[in-house]
């Protein structure tokens, strides 16, 4: 394995890996005791204390190899994804256009989301935002369903912005889920909600919790796998930043599908 120092301003090491060199960038923090390694706004960090003796640092970075071979393979693939000129909308990957439209327009065969010609914001910025307000207005009606159907009661619903958490059940009942959601298939999207409000059966995660989940979502664990194999994907997705959020973007309303594509549930089904 190679090793060399970078020549830029902030101290890294260049890494030899099988997939070709990686760059790994070095925070050194005062309060820190330990080295670690993290991925970070789509790339491999490596995080110091202070004071760190060299060799201590390479043999670190050596038995941190396997580690680093996965690693940094999925921080490439997060940078290409925040350059492209795409995202994931219900587990399908989309093509951004503009178009003569007043609001975004989904459509379904060109697997395309096609946005206002004249609109400020950016390609992705604009679609971002617009599948924040569609999980918005969808997030209620679909959480309030799911919950009389598991005859469970719940207080606020709230869409959040969490940078690592998909959802949280508070001990008032408040149902709390991540935005981004919306990117995953609606089997996910079920899944999430009905794993959040198997909590006021079960604050916890214990077997008689899980059971719970089965018996209303019995292909969880497909949800679970989704979730582990893609979730980095879309948690890595960032709204803009406030200031051009002065007038957002709301969804045409050929789009409102919070009965079409989660329609009320017939009898021995959820949907």
Known sequence: MKWSLGKSKRQSYSVEL???????????HPRRRRMSLRVREQRVEL?????CPEGEILAFLESAKPWLEVAGLRAGELARL???NSIWYLGVELGIERGPVEFPRYEEERHTLVL?????LGDKDLALL?????AVAEAEPLVRRLAEVMQVSVGEVRVRN???????????GTISLNWRLWMAPPSVI???????????KEMNHSSRFWAVVARFCPTYQESERMLKAMGHRWMSQQLPAKSSL??????SPTEKRSQEEFPTPPQGSLF
């Open 18 to 28: 099988s997939h070709g060199p990686l760059e790994i960038p070095v925070v050194r």
């Open 47 to 51: 995080a110091l204390p202070m004071r």
């Open 82 to 84: 925040a350059n492209s």
């Open 116 to 120: 206002p010609q004249n609109h400020p």
């Open 130 to 134: 617009w599948i924040h307000s569609v």
């Open 162 to 172: 969490q940078k690592s958490r998909w959802g949280s059940c508070s001990h008032r």
């Open 190 to 200: 079920e899944y999430l909600v009905i794993h959040e409000l198997a909590h006021r």
């Open 246 to 251: 002065k007038a957002p973007p709301r969804p």
